[in-house]
């Protein structure tokens, strides 16, 4: 960092010193040096930096009758900001009488005071942690050096100790992230869609033609109903297969039930044919079978119900497991619980199951996409609305088709993805977090969209860990030196930004005291927005060019933040009294 030495103090104190200083008759000799020479420091996250300096008191300093106080003091421009605690030097004489004030007064010092020798010099180390509160980015720690000498006045020295820079937080790091925005690749597939369902109804026993009038029946078809209805009536629908299976009883022998099982699943096809005026082309997509139900439907209900023969019932099955149904049933009719299971577990119900298949109509040029997206984005594959959503222009519009997306295909990696960036450009990142996340995990296409919102969530440790998973990519390398910025690694945010040659790239190369390269990164840079103007400012007065640092301040101050950012900015001390600087920054002429 820069190392110069700015004699300068704020206005206030200089006043009181040269009004102080003509009229009080104590002596000094030298001055109150700092080792090492003004230090620049560099805030870490907490806005907080370590201050380790020895004062040097040279001999002769402080009069012999006169207690001395070092105390430093944090100023951000005018403004004083923290006054930190002090040093007391006690001259020999001073020292003398405080102990007989003490003893012959019971005069109290609560001050820790060191006794000083006006012979000699002393060296004394001072360590402090010094905190830049909220909203300013610079400052300097003044030493306010302060006696009572003669008793009728006081004297002011000032010595600075460090100046705080932090060029840093010029970044715009969530603006500058660089984030995955994926472009779908479009191709054309089959669209097939499957669906099952199961229908429980009662038949009279031994017959397999169905009433409405049993049980729930009515209401059990009308599902059935309900779910390949729509798909017959559907002019961008294909059917493929229907095929519908009668589940028999396990209770009784398997010669008899499965073909009454069959037949009940046929009766179940006929009620449909009949109730949707299915066509005989229709009819040939539709297949009848059956199949035994077995006895573990009975084992699971009794399990549920905590039946205390549970046991008895799974040793029977699991003995007999390569025997059929009548075997299995031969000996489950043995135990002394048939009773209470025929009465209690036998299912009342004959189960008919339906799977079915069909494919809708793909849509394959472009004006067709748009057409039927306005018409039935429920017809489409995600392919194709990932397709629309390339077509649209303007963020409103593709911020709507990813949410159509996301309504029917709630894992769509690359909506989700889409729709966050979009969302994280609005500044709405709470909900982009919402969104990414709905989609179960990221990508590898997606990382740099997951990492930016672990920074937008200040969640940077995360976003380093994830970034350095992909060290390789350009991209992931300038976001990973945007983030170790924020946690104010700043030799590795130079680093990694540094190749970029941009506005953080020059940024960082301050940060680090390169002021030479920032500005060879600046001078490639044809942008002069306020805050490039602002940086140009800082290089110039870290390289001595003062006719330009008026001149970049002067461009910069269209920003009001940037103004009162310059107000305190340590850089730009030696300027703080020129017209130039007050007219540009404090708005005077």
């Not at 090492?36 to 930096?49: F, K, Y």
């Not at 008191?57 to 105390?71: A, I, Q």
């Not at 779910?227 to 589940?247: F, H, R, W």
């Not at 602002?534 to 007065?541: E, P, S």
Request: glycine share 6%; hydrophobic share 35%.
């Amino acid at each position: 960092m820069q190392t110069g030495k700015h004699n300068l103090i704020p206005s206030v104190l200089l006043s009181a010193a040269l009004a102080t200083a003509a009229g009080c008759a104590s002596h000094k000799e030298g001055r109150i040096t700092v080792d090492p020479d003004v230090q620049v420091l560099s805030l870490d996250t907490a806005r907080s930096a370590d201050l380790d300096v020895t004062l040097c008191v040279p001999e002769g300093y402080v009069p012999r009758r006169s207690r001395l106080y070092v105390t430093p003091l944090l100023y951000s421009g005018d403004s004083l900001v923290e006054t930190y605690p002090s040093v007391a030097l006690d001259g020999s004489i001073y020292t003398k009488k405080l102990r007989r004030a003490q003893v012959l007064e019971g005069k109290v010092d609560t001050v820790d005071a060191t006794e000083v020798d006006k012979r000699k010099s002393y060296r004394i180390d001072y360590h402090q942690t010094v905190c830049l509160p909220d909203g300013l980015d610079g400052g300097e720690v003044i030493a306010c050096v302060s006696t009572d000498g003669c008793g009728t006045c006081e004297d002011i020295d000032t010595v600075q100790l460090a100046g705080i820079s932090n060029p840093v937080t010029l970044m715009q790091v969530e603006e500058s992230l660089k984030t995955d925005w994926i472009e779908p690749e479009f191709r054309i597939k089959p669209k097939v869609r499957e669906g099952k369902g199961v229908a429980r109804l009662q038949f009279v026993i031994n017959r397999h033609d169905i009433r409405t009038d049993l049980g729930n029946n009515e209401a059990e078809l009308d599902t059935m109903l309900a779910k390949l209805g729509p798909i017959l009536a559907d002019s961008l629908a294909t059917l493929n297969t229907v095929q519908i299976t009668g589940v028999a009883s396990a209770d009784g022998p398997l010669s008899i039930n499965v073909p009454l099982a069959r037949n009940r699943a046929n009766s179940a096809f006929r009620w449909l044919v009949g109730q949707l005026d299915i066509d005989s082309d229709d009819q040939r997509h539709f297949a009848v079978t059956s199949r035994p139900e077995g006895w573990g439907p009975v084992l699971d209900a009794m399990r549920a119900a905590g039946d205390r023969d549970t046991t008895a019932v799974a040793e029977v099955l699991d003995r007999y497991a390569d025997s059929n149904d009548d075997v299995q049933e031969r000996y489950i009719r043995r135990l002394p619980c048939w009773g209470r299971i025929r009465d209690n577990y036998l299912q009342k119900d004959r189960n008919v199951e339906y799977v079915y298949s069909y494919q809708i109509k793909s849509f394959t040029t472009d004006a067709e996409l748009l057409e039927m997206y306005g018409k039935r984005p429920d017809a489409f594959s995600e392919d194709e609305l990932l397709r629309v959503s390339t077509l649209k222009t303007g963020d409103e519009a593709k911020d709507s088709v990813y949410r159509t997306i996301l309504h029917y295909f709630p894992q769509s990696k690359v909506a989700a993805n889409n729709l966050a960036v979009l969302l994280l450009r609005k500044g709405e990142d709470k909900e982009a977090r919402e969104v990414f996340d709905s989609a179960d995990g990221y990508s590898e296409e997606s990382l740099r969209t997951a990492a930016a919102l672990y920074v937008y969530n200040k969640e940077y440790e995360e976003a380093v860990e994830l970034l350095d998973t992909d060290v390789d990519d350009p991209e992931a390398r300038y976001n990973l030196g945007l983030v170790k910025a924020q946690l104010r690694q700043l030799d590795e945010a130079y680093e990694l930004l540094a190749p970029f040659r941009d506005i953080n790239s020059a940024i960082a190369a301050l940060s680090v005291n390169k002021n030479e390269e920032a500005d060879d990164i600046m001078d490639g840079l044809s942008s002069a927005t306020p805050r490039d103007e602002y940086v140009r400012a800082l290089i110039a007065a870290r390289l001595s060019r003062h006719d330009e640092v008026l001149e970049h301040l002067a461009n910069a101050a269209a920003d009001a933040s940037l103004r009162e950012r310059a107000k305190g900015e340590y850089d730009f001390i030696p300027y703080r009294d020129q017209v130039e600087f007050r007219a540009a920054v404090y708005k005077q002429q």
